[in-house]
């Protein structure tokens, strides 16, 4: 089967975009111009306001994927004397660790496994028998189960032992409320590729500003600086090194594209009915998600592969793909699973194609339903 358009984007970013935001990449900036400049300072501004935090937060995009903007935040933030407790229940949360280790950061583990988030009490505890810890880390949502984390709630907890936390809002932030004077956070890390719709390239975080003041000369690399970004920025208005200008304009286009749908909670609203239509769909297929009903996000659900002999992923990957949907592999080592993505431009019609994909697709691999056994976990509630 072959499609004038390419394939639809079910993944947790990169995801399908508008094509005017794609237009928006037609035209070359010139980095050191006024207009890029201004650019630049619109890009920032606009992030903060969407976190209520211009008065509190600085915003420095840095060059790179999600995780770029990941580990210039731990480099610049976290101290050689720093001592860090990662809450970590994924993938994402097991790259935090792997950097702080690559960053000779000393670091404690929550690990919760793929199934469960990091809960309030948990992190309490650990925080009062530890007082060394001097900053606690958090993945707001980790694709790589699909599970929102309580981050409300922990961020009281960490702000209450006096200690600075770092979210990585990387696939939340854009469709995930966040306000920044009432969650209280060190530094937010998110990307240009996800829930605001933009197109890969750069990340950025949002950086306290009485806490950046005083990170001069912590970071370990050069390139991942954020205080000497932050510091030239605003001295010059100018990034350090070669900005990706194209990706910035298809940004700020996505950006008014997103105030225009009704910013966060406009999206928010699209991507929880998503969400809501994919599993239903799934379950009647006989799908089930790898997580219980009350820890899925609006952001990406992880279903578990069906039990049937004449399933394969990359058979079903590929079949998928022909009717015009790209699906993501899972990413747990305990059961086979794969993910729906909700985000990207993704509305009800496009929902109930991959459904009508999903369903055609068992038919020609002479699977009954997609039913699998559930893991012993997806009982547990708390």
């Given at each position: 089967?072959?499609h004038?358009q390419?394939?639809y984007l079910l993944?947790?970013g990169?995801?399908?975009?508008t094509?005017t935001?794609?237009?928006?990449?037609?035209?070359?900036w010139g980095?050191?111009?006024?207009d890029?400049?201004a650019?630049t300072d619109?890009l920032c501004?606009q992030?903060?306001?969407?976190?209520?935090?211009?008065e509190?937060?600085v915003c420095?995009?840095?060059q790179?994927s999600?995780?770029?903007?990941?580990?210039?935040t731990?480099?610049?933030?976290?101290p050689q004397?720093g001592k860090?407790l990662?809450?970590?229940?994924?993938?994402y949360g097991q790259?935090?660790?792997k950097t702080?280790?690559?960053?000779k950061?000393e670091h404690?583990?929550?690990d919760?496994?793929?199934?469960?988030?990091p809960?309030?009490?948990?992190?309490?505890?650990?925080?009062?028998?530890d007082?060394?810890?001097?900053?606690?880390?958090l993945?707001?949502c980790?694709?790589?189960?699909g599970?929102l984390?309580?981050v409300?709630?922990?961020?009281?907890?960490v702000a209450?032992?006096?200690?600075?936390l770092?979210?990585?809002?990387?696939?939340a932030?854009?469709?995930?409320?966040v306000?920044?004077?009432?969650?209280?956070?060190?530094?937010?890390i998110?990307?240009?590729?996800k829930?605001?719709e933009g197109?890969p390239?750069?990340g950025?975080?949002l950086?306290?500003?009485?806490?950046?003041?005083?990170?001069a000369g912590?970071?370990?690399?050069l390139?991942?600086?954020?205080?000497?970004q932050w510091?030239?920025?605003e001295?010059?208005?100018?990034?350090?090194?070669?900005p990706?200008?194209?990706?910035?304009?298809?940004?700020?286009?996505?950006l008014?594209?997103?105030?225009?749908e009704?910013?966060v909670?406009?999206r928010l609203?699209?991507y929880?009915r998503?969400?809501q239509r994919l599993?239903?769909?799934?379950?009647?297929?006989g799908?089930s998600?790898?997580?219980?009903?009350?820890?899925l996000?609006p952001?990406?659900v992880?279903?578990?592969?069906?039990?049937?002999?004449n399933?394969?992923?990359?058979d079903?990957?590929?079949?998928?793909k022909?009717h015009?949907f790209?699906?993501?592999?899972?990413k747990?080592?305990?059961?086979?699973s794969f993910?729906?993505g909700?985000i990207?431009?993704?509305?009800d019609?496009?929902?109930d194609?991959?459904?009508?994909?999903?369903?055609?697709v068992?038919?020609?691999?002479q699977?009954?339903?997609?039913?699998?056994?559930?893991p012993?976990?997806?009982?547990?509630?708390?």
């Amino acid at each position: 089967m072959t499609h004038a358009q390419p394939p639809y984007l079910l993944t947790p970013g990169p995801i399908t975009t508008t094509q005017t935001v794609k237009s928006a990449m037609l035209r070359d900036w010139g980095s050191w111009d006024a207009d890029f400049r201004a650019m630049t300072d619109q890009l920032c501004q606009q992030l903060l306001t969407v976190a209520n935090a211009r008065e509190t937060h600085v915003c420095i995009p840095i060059q790179g994927s999600g995780t770029f903007a990941v580990e210039a935040t731990l480099g610049t933030l976290i101290p050689q004397t720093g001592k860090v407790l990662v809450l970590m229940n994924g993938a994402y949360g097991q790259r935090i660790a792997k950097t702080l280790a690559y960053l000779k950061r000393e670091h404690v583990v929550l690990d919760k496994g793929d199934y469960l988030p990091p809960m309030p009490d948990e992190v309490e505890a650990l925080l009062q028998a530890d007082p060394d810890i001097t900053h606690v880390t958090l993945i707001h949502c980790e694709t790589s189960s699909g599970i929102l984390n309580p981050v409300s709630e922990i961020a009281e907890v960490v702000a209450r032992q006096g200690r600075l936390l770092i979210i990585d809002s990387m696939s939340a932030f854009g469709a995930i409320p966040v306000d920044a004077q009432t969650l209280p956070f060190a530094a937010l890390i998110s990307s240009a590729n996800k829930c605001f719709e933009g197109v890969p390239g750069f990340g950025f975080s949002l950086v306290r500003r009485d806490i950046l003041i005083q990170c001069a000369g912590q970071a370990h690399s050069l390139s991942l600086d954020l205080y000497d970004q932050w510091q030239y920025l605003e001295k010059t208005g100018q990034w350090r090194f070669t900005p990706p200008t194209h990706v910035v304009a298809a940004f700020l286009q996505a950006l008014a594209e997103h105030q225009a749908e009704g910013g966060v909670a406009g999206r928010l609203a699209r991507y929880q009915r998503n969400q809501q239509r994919l599993v239903a769909g799934m379950k009647q297929m006989g799908f089930s998600t790898l997580l219980n009903e009350q820890w899925l996000s609006p952001i990406i659900v992880t279903f578990l592969s069906p039990q049937h002999p004449n399933f394969n992923f990359d058979d079903f990957y590929n079949r998928i793909k022909a009717h015009g949907f790209v699906i993501y592999p899972g990413k747990l080592t305990v059961v086979d699973s794969f993910r729906l993505g909700c985000i990207g431009q993704l509305y009800d019609q496009q929902i109930d194609q991959v459904l009508v994909a999903i369903s055609a697709v068992l038919d020609e691999m002479q699977i009954e339903s997609g039913y699998a056994e559930l893991p012993e976990h997806n009982a547990v509630t708390a």
